[in-house]
């Protein structure tokens, strides 16, 4: 239980509303442990008139020992019945006197039964508001804990996501955390509801165990708990294990769908239905292995209950019947003893639900207790305006073990465009991540304006840098959305001239609903030159000092290409543009050529410089002219 304490505090938000819902929990709980058996015991009498077992037993005793010593011998061996009975008449003489003698029985009767349906009406709508109160909060909190991981996975580093199915996350944050709200609030419910019915119950057999003198009920009560624990917890371990098992392999079907729905095209293309469809039965086939378990270490609990509180009633009645015990106190004890034994049984419920949702809180942890690894400095430092000076001072960069950068040492004035080339793998990327902070440095610092970024707000930082990636991504929604997040606040009239800059104004007033088409999931109603555009348009948009362009055109072909590598030129002015080039046909607009070779620069300068004097240069233009 302790696992799930810093969640409670998902709760705060709705905790009027929790509190109140608890509240009627605990009304219908002491309706139902107390209630049900105290009307049992009182009601039916009424109804059914008193059952009276100690007639006979008073004739007998009459003729042996006289009227007075039968009265007093019956009084110490019956006290609860007689003291029942003196009760009764009394009743019953009073309604007599108010309604009259003839009608008493039948105002009795109609008294006795608007007791019933007055008591469920009680426990009726105090079970609804703790269902509707309880889960409001529930739904509550499941937003907060979804909103909580989400927000966490958009600060984590992306070397967190290396390696990771996308669907799994996917299913941590819907499925995990549905099962950890469940946790927080109902089980939270539960556990405050369920042993006040149990106590009131208990309530129940002790007032009646001190007006009778017997105290067996209790005893016999208090003694099977025990009974009932061990299997308990022993089940419980076991649940918990298969219920890992089940979230996990719930994660992999989640990530193989995924994986599907984003491959159709190739899917098709190299005739993989079959397999995949495979893969996908395969993984059901396993989750369905684990979630029989689950459900029979979850349900294996109540009728182990159910069996012991049977084998007490059973015993109690054969003690009651030895005992002369009288239906109607009977009545009452065994439905004491029945809500003794229904709450104990949901707790058991509930043991199992906790142990299913430490595997789901296990899982959602993964993500929630990752170090996030950039960060915003405790006080950051404001800029205000930006040219866009870029320095690398002595940076080194690893991922995990494996070095990426050695040792770089570098100055790009304001301004400067400079192209990246190398062999893939020789840390082009990586270099070019490091300046919008995707990572830090693992030695070193770079600079903006002579400023360590990392004392920079990431928000801020990020607003002074505009990236073009090499794959265009864009977000369900119209074109003009998709243009304006480059710039939020930008007018129409801004995202149609940037889209003109990027040439793509052409193709977008040619659409179905011109700027207003929607452009569907990850840009899906358009072609990847288009997409490009889209893309490009966005950064002329955010016109950002600072310039990342991962191969901005490769999606476009020869014609558009060479139209859009002018517009690449406007863009790049008065800009600190770094071009990351995997094919030199983009590198030719740079003022300055950075030459990577296994995380080192070992070439700088100009096209013809390096043309000239540079092997390695010389040999991969020689590999892109042919």
Known sequence: MKKFY??????????????????????????????????VKTVFPLIFGKVNPITEVQAELEKSVGPERSKELLEKAFESEMKQLEETSKFREYVAKQVGEENAPRAILIAACAIIPLAALIRGIAGFFNVYWITAAGLHVLREIQQSVFVKLQRLPLGFFSGRKTGDLISRVISDSNMLQGVVTTISNDLIKQPFTLI??????????????????????????????????????????????????SGDNSGILAETLGATREIRAFNLEEMMGQRFLDGIGRWTKFHLKVIKYRYLTP?????????????????????????????????????CYDPMKKLGEIHNRMKQGEASLDRLEVILKAEEGVTDPPNPVHLGTVKGRVSFQNVEFSYGDNPALHNIVLDVPAGQVVALVGPSGAGKTTFASL????????????????????????????????????????FAGTVFENIRLGRMDASKEEVMEAARQAHAHEFIVNLPQGYETQVGERGAQLSGGQKQRISIARAFLKNAPVLILDEATSALDAGAEARIQEELSSLTKG????IIAHRFSTIRIADRILVFEQGRIVGDGTFQELEAKHDMFRSLLEMQRH
């Open 435 to 474: 300046v919008p902070r995707f990572y830090d440095p693992t030695s070193g610092s770079i600079q903006l304006d002579g400023t360590d970024i990392r004392e920079l707000r990431l928000k801020e930082l990020r607003d002074f840098i505009t990236i073009v990636p090499q794959e265009a991504v864009l």
């Open 6 to 39: 810093p969640y409670f505090r998902y709760l705060a938000g709705v905790r009027g509303t929790f509190l109140a819902g608890v509240g009627a929990g605990i009304l219908f709980a002491v309706a139902s442990g107390f209630g049900l058996p105290l009307m």
């Open 575 to 578: 800009r600190t543009t770094f």
């Open 303 to 339: 009728p182990f209950i159910e069996m012991v509180a049977a084998g007490v009633v059973a015993f109690a009645l054969g003690y009651g019947a030895t005992k002369g015990l009288t239906l109607e106190r009977f009545m009452g004890v065994v439905t004491a003893l029945y809500m």
């Open 200 to 249: 009131a119950a208990l309530a129940f057999l002790v007032k009646d165990s001190w007006e009778n003198k017997e105290s067996f009920f209790l005893i016999i009560c208090l003694l099977s708990i025990p009974l009932v624990v061990v299997p308990i917890r022993f089940l419980g371990k076991r649940l918990m294990r298969k219920a890992a098992h089940m979230q996990r392999e």
